[in-house]
Each structure stands twice: as structure tokens, then as C-alpha cells.
């Protein structure tokens, strides 16, 4: 049996494998239209109960969201499993422009597991989702036998509720819009591989791991023409844009001078020989904003703690000519390459 | 370290060890109101936007819940982990009264997995979400490397609306209401073991998994006043019995000779030293129905094709002087004994 055959590690890295299994497997069994769109929240829609008063139904929409987390380590510097269980659901739901309200918690634990390490994670889920103002409503416990997981892995799933806000999409980028990011690339993935490698960095590099939410909401406050944000997970920077360009058929260009990046980050990434484009962040949010609300849609976010290196690094163009690739990188050199999806395996298990 | 201070399988079977586990470390931490009732699946509110012409804000009333799946064998008689995946989330959604919606589909793969066995599963999914009538509108694939996993490990989450229906609870039972089950107990688990153990019976000994969504309609459809559904999964009818009796401060007394048990399943129990109460089941409802709407709503069970061997198999009383137990069984022997919920571990992951 070839490789092909059988799940291997890359389908599982945000890349350009997990998106042909979810096509292949998934979509094509039973992916609802919801399912198709792409974003990271599904966007639906509930009928309210007839008012007779009224004589009219009432829509009702709904952001909903699921992710699994299986890093290893499960404490890192930054953060720990339960701080990315909160967060991740979190930043799915607001990345659609809904309100994050309620959010579920399923443990699949292995036998073994000390009991004081499930306490710390439930004490670092407590605190998360008390920063992002949410609450744990439903829960789920399976245990498996020593050997079979790998001391805990985390599923979250999350609903949110979009008020006076209408859904944002990936689908909604036009030409000319300006692409930003809320901060630094690449603390995450570089951090929970210097915690798992127990490398050691002349300075401390931390996860940046945090529910954005209210991040988000500032920005639509302050630039309501806002297009989508989509957070750049596994895959990182290089998978959001070649997801967005795909989504609204168009092409984006990022400026590499202008991408914030920690400078100890960067020379670790250098040193492992990792592209800080797909490393996977877990507390930064992309935007993509009309030109007009841009410099607004910047100074909301770096007036949040969470968004104080925020920048303005590319923007979107016409769609690209048939056949070539529609997600591109200035290089600080002046050179033009294009910004691959990873296609192998980078890191893997980092969210 | 003593296994106190451990998971053991136990942790999981949905007896004792497990309710005091969510008691001490997950409710306590981070547990929301919805979190504490003890309902398979929470209710929250949300609340539509202002409406001006209307002058008050409309409260939409949400069914939401989670599970994840951890069985092996993968594939058993009458089922697989994909028809449990989506049919307990649906029957979680089911027991409040919510019409079950959307789902989420999480994965978490084994490297090593043959491609043709996600296959299989992803079908059977797409078959039962048919049949549920239920749409698949997000999800999530995690991979894990060998050694670290059992193969596949699923979760699913579920939404579901209320329209005209008032959410059901526990909470509800009253003395002198009926219990119904849907029909025969212990199939599922013993199934799965036989799986297992690659035990044969002389009778085929099949999984009754499949999703009770339109049974459960139909019955609150012959018996509005229907206190409350529940899904006597892990830890079986005694864990459910004592759950709603715990719930709604009530006593009750279930009639042995009344619960519906093949014989195929009941010979196999006793040869296996297994409490046919204690087993789990994956396609079978309790129901609690006010006396003057029991026969109703076993008409109304019997005439579903997944509820001809429904039966009303006990009575709700009075609560238990301080000290003593709440739930009972009428043996066949016409002796009265406790029915004890699982301490220990009898079928692990059989969900």
C-alpha cells in the first residue's frame, strides 16, 4: 500500500493535502453548501416560531464552528492546550463577524493522565473563555486506553449570533482592497517547537495564543465595510491568502518588508529552516478591508493589547490570468515569488 | 500515584467515577448554568436584533450539545463509528424537544489509516444524516502520528431549533408519571463486545445505532405533555433512570419483567457477567409521560419502524426518604432491589 492510500501526517497540516482530502472525502459525502463556502464558521440560518401577531417568519443567523486540538506539548510557553481550545473556537466565530456566546468542550483523555494536569487545562479554559466574555454550556468525556491518545486532545465547538452585523466571507475581497495582519507572524508554531525540541533561544519566544474576538469587533467598528478576517492557523500566512484568493477569485500580493516579524522569530525560523509564511499563530487575525477604511480598520487594531504591531502588508488584485497563481509575495529584496501553500508536512500537531 | 489521582478507564463508562470527574473538575472550573442541569443537551438563548417596528427584542431558544466517538471496532454488526457520530449528537439534540439542524464533523486520524476506511465512513455519515434529515455544515480534520490514536476518533456537535416546542428537562419528571422505553435494551453493547471478541452467538446479535429524531417527534406529537426524553447510552438504563431521578428529586421503580431484552441478548449478557441494565444503547429512547398520555405515546412509539418493541416499564414516585436510593427495580421475582448505577468499568468505549 502506497502513501497514497493511507492517511499520513500532511493531510493534517493546513496545506494543499488536507484541502484535497476535504474535498475528495468529505465535501463530496455530505458537504452541505455550508460546508463548501470555505470560511472557517458555517453560516446558518434558523426559522423563529410563526408570530401570529406578525404574520411573517423570522430568520434567524447563526455562526457555527468546530476544531480539534492535538498539540504536543500540551503546555508551552504562552499558552497550553485548553488557552487553544478556547481561543481557536473563538477566533473561527468572530472571523465570520458573529458574537462568540457559547461554546462546547469534549475531552478524549488517555488512561493516565494525572489528574493534576487536567485540572491546570480546565483552569486555563476557565480563564480563556472568561477573557472572550463566552460560556461553556455542553461537554462530552471519553476515555481511551494508555497508548491510544496522547494524554488529552480537545474538541470545541462553538455558536455565535451576528445582531445587526451581516456575515462576513472570504468571498466578499475585491480588487483593491488592503490586506492587514494584527500583528507578528509566527510565535506560535516557532514556540511550541522550541518546547517540544526543548531548543533554547537566547530570548524567550511565546505563543501568542488568545481569543481575538473583541479585536474583531473593534476593526468592524471602525471599518464596517470590512470584507472577512480569517485567522492564520496550520498553514499559516501563505494558506490564508491563497485561501481568500481562491474564495473571491481574485489574486493578493503581500509585501515581505512590510509583515511584522519578531526578530528572535525570525532567526529561529531561519536557523530550523522553517518559512515563516506557514508557520501555523494562533492569536493574530487577517483583515481585509476596503482602501478607504484601511488606516481606520489599522488603528483599531493596534489600539487592542492584542493588536499593537499591526500592519498594512499587501493588497488584492484583479484575478490572475489562467493558469497561473493567484497568491503572490514582494520580496524585501524587490523580487516577486509566489507564496506557496505548504504541500508536505511543516509542523506538525501545533494547534 | 494512586489511580485516584489518574484517569482510569472508569473515568469514561458514564457511571459514578465519571459524574463525580465532571462534578469536581469541569463543572466546577468553568460550568454555565446550562452546564449544571444535566440535560443531554444545553439550551441557551439568544436574542435577535432590535426589531423597530416591533419595539422589543425576540428571544430564539437553541438546542445545542456535543460527543465525541471513541469505539472499537471501527465497524461492528448494525453500525459503524460514523452512524454513532452523527446518530447520538441527533438523539442528544432529539431528547429536549429540539428539531436537530446542523452538524459539525470533527475528525481525528490515525497516520496509517487506510484512505478506503474513511471512505466507508464518511458514506455511512452521509447516509445517516439523510435519514436524520440533518445537514453537515462545518468541521475540522486533525491527524495524529501512529501510536497515537485508535484509528479514527470523531466528534460531532449539534444545533437544533425549538419552533413551537417548550425545551424538555429532567427536571420535569412528576410522581405518578410513566416511564417508556422504545424497545429492546443491550443490543448495542453487546454487539460491540461480540465485535470485540470476535465472540460468536448462535443468533446475529446487532447494534441498534440509528437516529431517533421522528420517533421522538411523533411521540410529542400523541403526548404533548411529555416530561422529558433520555438516551440510555454509557452506563445504560440504570445510569439513565438515576439521572432523572437525581434531577427531579423524584423515586423510580422500573419493572423488570416489563423491559423489553432479546433473548439472543439477554443469554449473551448472562454468559458475559453483564448487568443487561448496565449496557449501553444507541438507538432507544426513555421517555417520561404523564400517566394519562403513556399509552399515547407507546402507540405512537410503536408505530415507528425503530420503536415497535416499545414498552412502559416503570413509574416515577415520591422522593426517597433522606439516605435512600432513588431508583429501584421490581425484579421478575417480585423482590425490590437498588439499581445501581456503574462504579467501576463494564463495556469501555463502546460510543
Redesign the interface.
Known amino acids: ?1 502506497t502513501n ?10 493546513g496545506g494543499e493535502m ?1 484541502r484535497e ?2 474535498a475528495k ?2 465535501v463530496s ?4 453548501a ?2 463548501k463556502t470555505g470560511d472557517d ?2 453560516v ?1 440560518t ?5 408570530q401570529p401577531s ?1 404574520g411573517q417568519q ?1 430568520a ?1 443567523k ?1 455562526a ?7 498539540v504536543t506539548p500540551l503546555f508551552f510557553s504562552g499558552g497550553d492546550i485548553g488557552r487553544l481550545a478556547v481561543s481557536g473556537t473563538v477566533n473561527d466565530l468572530a472571523t465570520s463577524g458573529a458574537t462568540p ?2 461554546l ?13 494536569t ?2 491546570a487545562i ?2 486555563s ?2 480563564a480563556t ?1 472568561a477573557e472572550a466574555k463566552v ?11 494508555h ?4 494524554g488529552i ?1 480537545i ?1 470545541t ?1 462553538g ?1 455565535g ?4 452585523q451581516q456575515p462576513l466571507s472570504g468571498r466578499f475581497c475585491q480588487p483593491g482592497d488592503k490586506i492587514l495582519v494584527s500583528g507578528t507572524l509566527g510565535d506560535h508554531g516557532v514556540a511550541i517547537l522550541a518546547a517540544r525540541e526543548t531548543l533554547s533561544f537566547q530570548a524567550e519566544i511565546a505563543s501568542d495564543v488568545a481569543p481575538l474576538n473583541h479585536l474583531v469587533k473593534q476593526v468592524l467598528h471602525a471599518a464596517p465595510q470590512t470584507r472577512c478576517f480569517r485567522d492564520p492557523t496550520r498553514g499559516g500566512l501563505a494558506a490564508t491568502i491563497n485561501e481568500l484568493a481562491s474564495q473571491s477569485q481574485t489574486s493578493m500580493t503581500i509585501d515581505e518588508a512590510a509583515v511584522p516579524v519578531k526578530v528572535a522569530v525570525r532567526g529561529a525560523a531561519e536557523m530550523l529552516g522553517l518559512d515563516i509564511f506557514q508557520i501555523a499563530n494562533e492569536g493574530k487575525m487577517v483583515a481585509v478591508v476596503p482602501p478607504d477604511q484601511a488606516e481606520s480598520a489599522l488603528a483599531a487594531m493596534q489600539a487592542d493589547p492584542l493588536g499593537r504591531d499591526a500592519a498594512i502588508i499587501g493588497e488584492v488584485r484583479e484575478a490572475p490570468p489562467p493558469g497561473l497563481p493567484a497568491a503572490w509575495l514582494r520580496t524585501a529584496l524587490g523580487a516577486t515569488r509566489v507564496l506557496d501553500m505548504l504541500v508536505g508536512e511543516q509542523l ?2 501545533i494547534c
Not at 4 to 13: N, T
Open positions: 500500500m497514497s492510500e493511507q492517511i499520513i501526517m500532511a493531510h493534517g497540516s488536507m482530502l476535504i472525502y468529505f459525502a455530505y458537504g452541505a455550508e460546508l464558521s458555517a446558518v434558523l426559522t423563529a416560531p410563526d406578525q423570522l434567524f447563526l457555527f464552528t468546530t476544531d480539534s486540538y492535538v456566546l457559547y462546547s468542550v469534549a475531552f478524549i483523555l488517555e488512561e493516565g493522565l494525572p489528574l493534576a487536567l485540572e480546565c483552569a479554559i476557565a473563555a460560556s461553556i454550556v455542553t461537554g462530552d468525556t471519553k476515555v481511551v486506553p497508548g491510544k491518545g496522547d486532545y474538541n465547538a455558536v449570533a451576528f445582531n445587526n506538525p500537531r
